[in-house]
């Protein structure tokens, strides 16, 4: 048994150590969710301030591709491997390596003396970025008891509400001030102060742990993780730019062949030693392969909503940076409100299942609402007119969230932690990465390609209303999904006798 489990299941050892481990464990999970936050708004911080980086650094239209896409391409490659690293030397160690290579590449980035030094260094940010993040659920998962997960994911939740909307409010202000005359750089020197005091207080306060038994590192698989990975999500993310090229379709259609090369070597590696890289018999427990299909959907819908969104308030009604950065903060706060009541209040009471159904249909009714406005106003539309179908998305959104989290993670053993975490995480981006390539049918395929000024406002709103139109269909999509999820019994019970014991132990304890 590790020192975590320890820590966790045996509560009534001494009333003392079992306050300060206590305090211990709140105090990790504050710093490992200010990490999963840092990571967050690095991903969409970097598309506000694109024109002033390509304006002072004279990077190219690719060496600006890249900037974006190279971190979300190393960061998804590197997700499966890193959970897995976590499991195997611990998780507390990847975490504080993933964060010291992430607060360095930070570092590299606002230094950076030319645009390859900054393409450079934002692979390597991706990369540590994949070693850090998904040691957060993991750490999660085998240090809370199943009782107080659902706290914590209300909490993840919240921190994933703020991050998506921070990001660009956060870029376009440090973009705007422009200080000490940096122009771009401080959107990642903002990093070093949080990096560093994560890296100093993570070493005090986050118990270490890792799988019971010993485990090797699948080198081949991690080979064929990689290759299917950047086969399927490279032609997917510069597509749209490149003009769709014929090798793109062929190299997307060879994934599903690496893919299925890798379940056959890692069923064979599994029988031989007992140490895949990739535990396929997670897929055996219901929630988590319900789960992990609902979230792939949902991350295709995300993907579409907010690169589009981006586009239309910025590009179709001419708003500044801004402007735009600010009408989405009533989408943050519902999500973030919305996260935390879900799983405290509303999954003990209807039941995770329920909760989570209802999350898409608000969802859904939210874009609904926002087509109509968008409709009805026309170029004329106002932040404020937004507030009510933002607040409506952020809602469900936020229902959807953190009950969705803490159901795929509900019945995985604690020693597949690091695999689990890292297979949420990739198939989330392979989401995001397939809803930013439906980018070019659902919102360029209905504008022309020669548009005089006049027209781009007009073209901009038609096509973000079509753009609409399919998230509501994904909300629909994934609400149907969402019956082959577990019911409130086989997710639920098992948190209920956990908190009814712990209840029992620190009485006698006492």
Request: hydrophobic residues 55%; glycine residues 12%.
């Amino acid at each position: 048994m590790t020192s975590t489990e320890l820590l966790v299941d045996s509560p009534a050892v001494s009333t003392e150590p079992a306050r300060t481990a206590d305090r211990r464990r709140w105090f990790a999970l504050a710093i490992v969710m200010t990490a999963a936050f840092m990571d967050l708004v690095d991903v969409t911080i970097v598309n506000v301030a694109i024109p002033s980086i390509q304006r002072d650094a004279g990077a190219s239209f690719s060496q600006i591709q890249w900037i974006t896409a190279g971190y979300a391409l190393a960061f998804a490659a590197g997700l499966i491997t890193g959970g897995r690293l976590g499991d195997i030397y611990g998780r507390k160690r990847l975490f504080l390596l993933g964060i010291g290579g992430f607060t360095l590449a930070s570092a590299l980035c606002g230094f950076a003396a030319n645009p390859e030094m900054l393409v450079a260094s934002r692979i390597l940010q991706g990369g540590m970025a994949a070693m850090m993040v998904p040691q957060v659920l993991s750490i999660v998962h085998a240090t809370f008891p199943a009782h107080e997960r659902g706290k914590v994911f209300g909490l993840f939740g919240a921190i994933v509400g703020l991050g998506a909307v921070s990001g660009p409010l956060l870029g376009a202000l440090l973009t705007e001030w422009n200080l000490f005359g940096l122009e771009w750089r401080p959107i990642f020197l903002i990093n070093l102060p949080v990096g560093i005091a994560g890296l100093i207080l993570g070493s005090r306060f986050i118990t270490e742990s890792r799988a019971p038994r010993a485990l090797k590192l699948d080198l081949v698989g991690v080979a064929l993780v990689v290759l299917g990975l950047l086969m399927l999500l490279y032609p997917l993310t510069r597509g749209e730019e490149l003009g769709w090229p014929a090798w793109g379709f062929v190299s997307m259609s060879g994934s599903i062949g690496v893919f299925w090369g890798l379940v056959a070597y890692e069923k064979k590696k599994a029988a031989r030693d007992g140490s895949p890289l990739v535990e396929l018999s997670l897929f055996k427990v219901k929630s988590f392969a319900a789960g992990i299909a609902v979230q792939t959907v949902f991350g295709v819908g995300l993907g579409i909503f907010f690169l589009v969104w981006t586009l239309y308030m910025q590009t179709g009604l001419g708003w500044s940076p801004l402007r735009a950065g600010l009408t989405g903060v009533p989408f943050s706060i519902a999500v973030s409100v919305a996260a935390g009541m879900s799983v405290q209040k509303l999954v003990p009471r209807v039941g995770g299942r329920n909760v989570l159904q209802a999350g898409a249909l608000v969802m859904a009714a939210g874009v609904l609402l926002y087509l109509w406005e968008s409709d009805r106003y026309q170029l004329a539309i106002a932040s404020w007119q937004m507030a009510l179908p933002l607040v409506v998305m952020g809602a469900g959104m936020g229902l959807i969230f953190a009950p969705l989290t803490d159901t795929i993670l509900s019945e995985v053993p604690r020693e597949y932690a690091g695999s689990a975490s890292g297979l949420i995480n990739t198939v989330q981006q392979m989401g995001n990465a397939l809803g930013l390539g439906l980018v070019s049918v659902v919102f360029f395929g209905s504008i022309g390609d020669r548009l005089t000024q006049a027209e781009v406002g007009p073209a901009f709103v038609n096509a973000f209303q079509n753009a609409l139109g399919w998230v509501a269909a994904v909300m629909g999509l994934i609400f149907l999904l969402m019956f082959a999820l577990p019911g409130r019994a086989a997710t639920e019970e098992r948190a209920a006798t956990e908190e009814r014991a712990a209840k029992g132990a620190a009485s006698d304890g006492s």
